[in-house]
């Protein structure tokens, strides 16, 4: 544990990607097998359930402190971070632990999951007492699943691929679904990441899907495509659907559905067994989303099934149980948009007019009413495409995806294979009040960061309250931050928890990419992917906008 503690403290004291490269390599380098299976695992964004609740935590940390619960609190709010807080507090212990990392996850920490509060409260104190100060941090953090430090999974793939002499294509590759909750770290799995080539690992992977392909933002002016792009008739044009990135694996008779998280979603869309039929070594790259007759159709008239909105399929996300009902109620296929093997045959190095070309012929072989091809979109100008892009918001898409006909299919937000772009829409926009306020994570923990934002529940002139209905945490400098963060300061009405509630002075115009009616919510509207785009010190509290505002976007 000491040796991952350090490796942490290391990456956590800079920004620079080289200096994170050689901490990486350094450790990988000196690592049993088995410690550096379980740091890939954490690194790499692999998030084990909560062992111990935080209740449980905060109550052991005041008993073994001796602080009175209202100073532990003050404290927590100033550091931002339970696990630090806690590693903090505690007395000083012998550190008499020079155990790994696998050591500790496997027979002290994952034991605890599940234990009597009563068991955990007499366990926990001797193991902490075995760490020192850094250690225990982490230990705590992996204890409460909030494990993050400044290290993308990307970085992690170069630097296993730099000291195992691979390809980083090769390697991240076997990375994928490493962190999938069901796979459990091993230096066996270890050593699989980082062995020589061997010509039989294609047909080896068993139900283990290939890296994302991920699209770039296209942000320039449709004046500026021709120079940008060329003719449209190099690309393929595509609707960017809202629903969920997956990838279907059909290997050895067997069928698995995998998330862009690299989660096994298999049994949550049970509908997509039906797929079961495709040919062995068979791999479709695409989007799940709900296929049913729009709700508004009208009676009587038979309307055909089409794509719906997203928070439909929310109802669906998360669900232990899927009960007969809801399957029928929401129904999901796949958009299938790209073919990455067939056959036993990796087609990702061929182009992308050829993969879909062979994806039709796939599709229409399978016949099956789950699988659905994306369709391609036609102009003979971006002009027209434009055009065409204006009916995003009534289908219930994004905006449109460019990918050269002539693409590879690449790994991750990469060009050296080809490239696609998302041309995404124009957000949603709103004026909203600044209502609450609660500080931040890692380096903003010292500063107010994430904020809940209300508009108006009635028109100027009347009687009116300001409703919550968004929290957002992105999109401000951190100039911007650190002078928000004063205000809030100055203007704090009442704490409850981490919370400020703050006298409404400042207005900010929010962007979000989409909006749902939501019985959950007090303001009965829900948005998707709220940011702050700029800071309105223009406009006063009282023009800011209503919930009529928003009902009108509902349309």
Known sequence: MKAFAALYAELDATTSSNAKLAALQAYFADAAPADAAWAVYFLSGGRPRQLVPTRLLRELAISLSGLPEWLFEESYQAVGDLAETVSLVLPDSTHSSDAGLAWWMEHELLP?????????????????????????MVCLKLITGSFRVGVSKLLVTRALAQLAGLDSKRVAQRLVGYTDLSHRPSAEAYLKLVAAESEHEHAQRGGQPYPFFLAHALQQPVEQFDTLLGQCERWQIEWKWDGIR?????????????????????????????????????????E????????DAVQGEPQAPSVQPFALLQQRIGRKTLSRKLLEDIPVVVLAYDLLEYLGQDWRSRPQHARRAQLEAVAEQ???????????????????????????????????????????????????????WKWKVDPFTVDAVLIYAQAGHGRRASLYTDYTFAVWDGPPGTERTLVPFAKAYSGLTDAEMRQVDAIIRRTTVEKFGPVRSVTPTLVFELGFEG???????????????????????????EEADSLATLQDLLS
């Not at 009597?116 to 001797?126: D, G, I, K, M």
């Not at 789950?370 to 219930?396: C, F, I, K, N, Y």
Request: glycine share 8%; no cysteine.
């Open 515 to 541: 909006i749902a009616l939501s019985k959950r919510h007090k303001s009965g509207i829900a948005v998707r992917f709220p940011r702050m785009l700029r800071w309105r010190h223009d406009k006063p509290v």
């Open 288 to 295: 799940i989303v709900v296929w049913k007759a729009p709700a």
């Open 366 to 420: 399978a016949a099956s009413p789950v699988l659905q091809l994306s369709p391609l979109l036609q102009g003979d100008s971006w002009a027209t495409l434009a055009e065409q892009r204006e009916a995003s918001r009534r289908l219930g898409v994004e905006g449109m995806m460019l990918k050269a006909r002539d693409a590879l299919y690449g790994v991750g937000r990469t060009k050296d294979m080809g490239v696609w």
């Open 112 to 136: 605890l999951r599940g234990l009597p509060p009563e068991e955990l409260a007499q366990r926990l104190p001797p193991l902490w007492q075995q760490l020192d100060r850094q250690s225990l």
């Open 246 to 286: 997956a990838q279907v694996v059909k290997r050895d008779g067997r069928l698995w559905v995998w998330s862009r998280g690299e989660e096994l979603v298999t049994d949550r869309f049970p509908e997509l067994q039906a797929l079961t039929d495709l040919p062995d070594g068979t791999v479709i790259d695409g």
